[in-house]
C-alpha cells in the first residue's frame, strides 16, 4: 500500500528541450509537404511569377548594381516565396487549433516553448526550400550577380523571413480558420507591392512604406546589389527589429492566453 502511494505521488520528469525531438519535427515537414495548397502557394507560384517578370525583354542584358534586372527580380520572387512558405507555416497552427490537435498535444510532455520552436523550424524549412526553388530557376534563366551577392542574397532572403514566421504564429492564433492562408495570401500580396518588394516605388508613398514589415526585409535582402545607402539600411534594420518584436510578443501573448484556457 505504501510502495502504492509513493508511485502516485512521485513527480513527473521533465523531458529534455522540453520535449522537443526530430521524429515530431519530420512529422510536422511531412504534414505541410502534404498540403498541396501550400505547396503551389510557396513552390509554383513564385518561380512562376519570376519566369514571368524576370526574363521580359531585355532584362537578362541590362544591369542593375552587381547584377542584372533579372537578378533583382529573382531575389525579389526568392523573397516573396520565403515569406508565404514561413507564413503558412506559421500560420497552420490556426488548422491544428480548429482540429483540437494543439489540445491533444497538451496531454503530451510536449512544452509550449518546444510547440513553438517546432512550429518556426518548420516554418524556416519551408522557407529555406522556396528560396532555393527561385534561386536554382533564376540561375538557369539569366540571372546574374556577383558569387558574394549570390550567397549573400541568399541567406539573407531565407534569414529575413523569420520575422514572417514570427507573424504567422501571430495570424494562426488571431485566425481560427481553416482557410486562413486564403486570407493571408492577398494580404502578403499588398503588404509586398506596398512596401516595394516587387518594384521600386516613390514619392509620398515610398515613405509611408517605410513602416511596413516588407520594407525592411526587402531593403535588407537588396543590399549585395550596392544600391543602398547606410542610412537606408540603418532605418531597414530598425524596422526589420521593431516588427519581429511585435510578432513574437503577440504570438506568445495569444499562445498563452490560448493555452490557460
Known amino acids: 500500500m505504501i510502495e502504492t502511494i509513493q508511485t502516485a505521488t512521485k513527480p513527473v520528469r ?20 502534404r498540403n498541396r495548397r501550400t505547396m ?9 511569377f ?17 547584377g542584372n534586372i533579372t537578378g533583382y527580380i529573382m531575389v525579389s520572387m526568392a523573397l516573396y516565396g520565403a515569406l508565404l512558405a514561413t507564413t503558412s507555416g506559421g500560420a497552420m ?26 512550429k518556426v523550424a518548420v516554418a524556416m524549412s519551408l522557407g529555406l ?10 540561375a538557369c534563366c539569366g540571372a546574374s550577380l556577383t558569387p558574394v551577392a549570390w550567397v549573400a542574397c541568399f541567406l539573407l532572403a ?15 492564433y488571431l485566425l481560427p480558420s481553416e482557410n486562413v492562408m486564403q486570407l493571408l495570401g492577398p494580404g502578403l500580396a499588398m503588404l509586398s507591392f506596398a512596401g ?10 515610398a515613405t509611408v512604406s517605410k513602416v511596413l514589415p516588407t520594407y525592411g526585409v526587402a ?23 521593431a516588427w519581429t518584436v511585435v510578432f513574437v510578443v503577440g504570438a506568445a501573448a495569444l499562445f498563452r492566453r490560448d493555452t490557460d484556457r
Open 50 to 66: 519570376f519566369v514571368i517578370f524576370g526574363l521580359q525583354g531585355g532584362n537578362r542584358d541590362q544591369s542593375f548594381g552587381s
Open 219 to 241: 531593403t535588407l535582402v537588396r543590399t549585395p546589389f550596392g544600391d543602398t545607402g547606410a542610412g537606408t539600411i540603418a532605418l531597414a534594420v530598425v524596422n526589420v527589429v
Open 14 to 33: 521533465t523531458p529534455r528541450r522540453g520535449g522537443f525531438s526530430t521524429a515530431f519535427l519530420a512529422l510536422e515537414l511531412r504534414r505541410m509537404l
Open 196 to 205: 516595394g518588394l516587387f518594384f521600386p516605388i516613390h514619392g509620398w508613398f
Open 158 to 172: 531565407w534569414v529575413c523571413s523569420l520575422v514572417f514566421a514570427a507573424f504567422g504564429l501571430l495570424m494562426g
Open 129 to 138: 526550400v522556396a528560396v532555393t526553388t527561385v534561386f536554382v530557376v533564376g
Open 93 to 118: 497552427v490556426a488548422v491544428e487549433r480548429s482540429h483540437g490537435w494543439t489540445r491533444q498535444l497538451r496531454l503530451t510532455p510536449l512544452r509550449p516553448v518546444a510547440y513553438v520552436a517546432t
Open 40 to 48: 503551389i502557394f510557396t513552390l509554383i507560384m513564385p518561380p512562376v
